[in-house]
């Protein structure tokens, strides 16, 4: 019973275009959620959060959008970089801090030079 | 400087061995996380401990024993390895602050289990 889904395992996107990656959700507890970028043999580095009173946060090239009725978030890189290159994962947990983040399966995005 | 820092790295053992992986992490945090990334690859929690206290203890064999000596380390053993057993292991750590939940992670852990 996946509570955070990520539909789509793979996305290629040439340098400088916009990447787009998606993630829903099924459980209406989920207050806080979370973009995650991780290498081979590398741990997951947070990249960027967004509370469920927003509907959208920006930090330089990275934008997440949240659309709570549709329990619905995206991630949007723009421009692409080949440095983007990387497993993304959406993560989603309840209002408090210290519980469990639960996570999806992760997009791979590829960004060709 | 490595905020969440485990080791060893890799691990390689035989079937009823019992090892251990160390997590240690120097943001001051209080509240320090082990998730297993099975063959899926989906990461899921395992224990939760917030200032050496467990918090979350999720549908873990009993032969996962979190220890947490201070709210700086979390250390995982593991008794009689199993097959099922090889995965990733990620330990995390946050701050309890408001809302936000945002939990560092540790480079991983590779079990392997023969």
């Known amino acids: 019973d996946q509570q955070v889904k990520q539909n789509s395992p793979s996305l290629s996107v040439q340098e400088g275009r916009i990447s787009i990656l998606n993630c829903d959700y099924t459980n209406s507890m989920f207050d806080y959620f979370l973009w995650y970028k991780k290498y081979p043999a590398e741990g997951p580095t947070f990249l960027i959060s967004?509370?469920?009173?927003?509907d959208k946060n920006e930090d330089g090239r990275f934008t997440v959008f949240l659309n709570k009725s549709a329990k619905h978030l995206s991630l949007h890189i723009v421009p692409s970089q080949p440095g983007d290159s990387a497993v993304y994962f959406c993560a989603a947990s309840p209002r408090q801090a210290g519980t469990a983040l639960i996570f999806g399966k992760g997009t791979t995005l590829s960004v060709s030079s | 400087d490595t905020a969440v820092s485990q080791t060893p790295k890799y691990l390689v053992t035989q079937m009823g061995n019992d090892k251990s992986i160390k997590c240690e992490q120097n943001?001051?945090?209080?509240?320090m996380y082990w998730y297993k990334q099975d063959s899926k690859k989906f990461l899921k929690i395992m224990f939760s401990y917030n200032n050496k206290e467990l918090i979350i203890n999720e549908t873990v064999p009993n032969r996962f024993s979190p220890k947490s000596p201070d709210k700086a380390h979390l250390n995982l053993h593991i008794n009689s390895l199993e097959l099922g057993d090889s995965a990733v292991y990620f330990c995390?750590?946050?701050?309890?602050?408001?809302?936000?939940?945002?939990?560092?992670f540790g480079a991983g852990t590779r079990l392997s289990v023969l």
């Open positions: 943001l001051g945090h209080d509240t």
């Open positions: 967004i509370s469920s009173i927003k």
């Open positions: 995390a750590s946050s701050q309890l602050q408001g809302t936000k939940n945002i939990q560092y």
